[in-house]
């Protein structure tokens, strides 16, 4: 992996953390400062950041994470439907490691709940669906999905209220876990159409508030 793939990893896991919301700028001489990284490292992270949807450049501003729009969040829900829901449909048993990547995810998101960190909530519990695709077993899929959820949080970040937003997923996410674990496709596929549809209704309408 090169310095600059390296340093594009890092920007989207910023991302996914809710450490770089919408709108920030991605100060070229902050960068090289922080990263100890030459300028054409550096625009070559973002060009990267770029290709994966999550940034752009502003005349006059620079390079800024970006803002997604309504259909933008159609198209991440269209994404999530054919990955996810065909991800359960060739699951055959947990795995121990998938059984206990889930179970992490659920434990964090938990734990952040509980201290009232809902930014965390939001990264852990993408993190969760994140570990069904990889139900997949393809890491191409995975390092695609992972561009998506980057995008989806980019997304959540516009919530006015995200304790409410983000309230109803933990449990829900135990359900899938739980209906996984029991090797229940038909229920689980059904659980998480309706978890999509939900969620999907939700993310459109935070475009209803300027």
Known sequence: MSIADHIALELRADIIGGRLLPGMVLVEVDLVKAYNASRNTIRE??????????????????????????????DLFVVRRTLELQAIAQS???????????????????????REDWRAVATHSLVFHLHIVGLLRSPLLDEFFAQVIAQLRLV????????????????RDREMYALLGYADKRAAQEAMSLYLHDSERLSLALFDHP
């Open 45 to 74: 992270a973002l060009h990267r950041l770029g290709q994966e949807g999550l940034s752009r450049y502003v005349v006059n501003k620079g390079v800024m994470v970006r803002r997604l729009e309504r259909d933008d969040v159609r």
């Open 156 to 171: 959540f970040c516009g919530a006015p209220d995200e304790q409410r937003f983000q309230s109803p997923w933990l449990e």
């Open 92 to 114: 055959g048993d947990l795995t121990e490691r998938s059984a206990a990547c889930m179970q992490n995810a659920i434990e964090a998101t938990s734990l952040a709940r509980e």
